[in-house]
């Protein structure tokens, strides 16, 4: 967890910020400056401004520093000059890397986990999202309690009655003391899944439709439109947090939409484990729908980390329906003629774009609309309407009323 005094971006002047990437065999170049720039985001939906981008080209990080002492020289001159206040990593970092690269640095360390559990700490506004926040912080903090403290003095020992041995360290007290917190927000969260469970049980046999796909990609704008609501949307990384459920009738049908929490590259293990019972909607919902934000040049990419997501927490095989938004902010780049090398994903229309997917993807339904401009959207409740429909009339086989 962020100390409040020392690692969280406070209002005012944004904190300077710069970004750490690793080139490995398994990410390119290019990969890693569209990792950098999505952490760059990150760090600004933090309230961060970023100065600066390093790479390193390694085989695989530094067990003891992650990069080497050539760039970190490299970086510190940086922070040096344009006085910086903290160096953003784009892996989680080990307790002893952190130590040492604080040591080396002389400045504020933050990898990608402790950046995405400030963001959602933010972000959370209702009980239940502060305390399965709080959870994966106490959780990320419990194994740097080394890094936290440098006071390790005995608190107890020495003469007199009652004190005589070992004694006991300040990183043995606070490490009982987070232990003990951890299970107490265990036993609150235990709780407070009983009682939403017991709400979805008394919601009927209604088709649950649930919104999922990668942060930022207008699952919330889609949630406004279909179903006239005002969830908060936002352009930035996990404007929504909380579970947001909504009846919804097209036509003659009703029907349930769920509004849920984002997904990201590299999501911390400590935030999937704590919001597992938030995403018991998606678990529970008849069918998904996957929201792609077609414009994103790597949008396949975030299809994939959408997919890895769902099967990790036990939705990987709900059907899914692939909804391609924000058309409207899709650019094409036509290729000057002379230009021999491949076609990129910028240099085809996006007709073309719907085509290659279509004969790529032809047991994959998908539809292609706009939340915002509100384009095609009477073509996607049409698709909705025949989802619900069907699984209606597999409910209520002797109710059927499309007759």
Request: charge should be neutral; aromatic fraction near 8%; charged fraction near 30%.
């Amino acid at each position: 967890m962020i100390d409040k005094k020392k690692h969280n971006f406070t209002t005012g002047e944004p904190e300077k910020v710069v970004l750490v990437g690793l080139i490995t065999p398994r990410q390119d170049e290019t990969k890693v400056a569209e990792y950098l720039d999505e952490l760059a985001f990150l760090a600004e939906t933090a309230g961060a401004v970023t100065c600066g981008k390093f790479t390193q080209r390694l085989d695989h990080p530094q067990a003891k520093t992650y990069i080497g002492a050539g760039k970190i020289d490299e970086i510190k001159a940086c922070i040096d000059e344009q006085e910086i206040g903290a160096v953003i990593f784009d892996d989680e970092l080990t307790p002893s890397q952190l130590r040492n690269l604080e040591k080396s640095l002389e400045c504020k360390i933050i990898d990608r986990t402790n950046l995405i559990l400030d963001i959602f700490a933010r972000r959370a506004k209702t009980a239940y999202a502060k305390t399965q926040v709080e959870l994966a912080q106490y959780q990320y903090m419990l194994p740097r309690l080394t890094r936290l403290w440098t006071h390790l003095e005995r608190q107890r020992g020495g003469k007199g009655i009652g004190m005589n041995g070992p004694g006991e360290t300040q990183l043995e007290t606070d490490r009982r003391i987070i232990l003990a917190k951890i299970a107490k927000l265990k036993d609150h969260l235990k709780k407070i899944d009983r009682q939403m469970a017991s709400q979805r049980s008394n919601r009927g046999s209604l088709a649950r439709l649930a919104l999922v796909g990668y942060t930022n990609v207008g699952k919330s704008t889609l949630m406004n439109t279909i179903a006239k609501t005002d969830v908060f949307a936002e352009d930035k990384l996990f404007a929504t947090l909380d579970t947001t459920v909504r009846k919804v009738v097209i036509e003659n049908l009703p029907f349930l939409l769920t509004d849920t929490v984002g997904f990201i590259r590299k999501l911390p293990h400590q935030l999937v484990e704590s919001f597992k019972s938030t995403l018991d909607e998606v678990r529970e919902a008849d069918v998904l729908l996957h929201v792609v934000d077609i414009s994103h040049p790597n949008f396949e990419d975030h299809i994939q980390v959408v997919n890895d997501t769902l099967h990790e927490i036990g939705a990987g095989d709900k059907p899914v329906f692939i909804v391609f938004n924000k058309i409207d902010a899709y650019r094409y780049v036509p290729k000057d003629e002379y230009d021999l090398t491949e076609k990129t994903r910028e240099n085809h229309t996006l007709e073309e774009l719907k085509t290659k997917w279509t004969a790529q993807h032809p047991d994959v339904p998908a539809t292609f609309i706009s939340a915002k401009k509100k384009a095609n959207i009477d073509k996607f409740r049409a698709h909705v309407y025949g989802m619900v429909a069907e699984i209606h009339a597999g409910r209520y086989p002797f109710n059927n009323f499309l007759w």
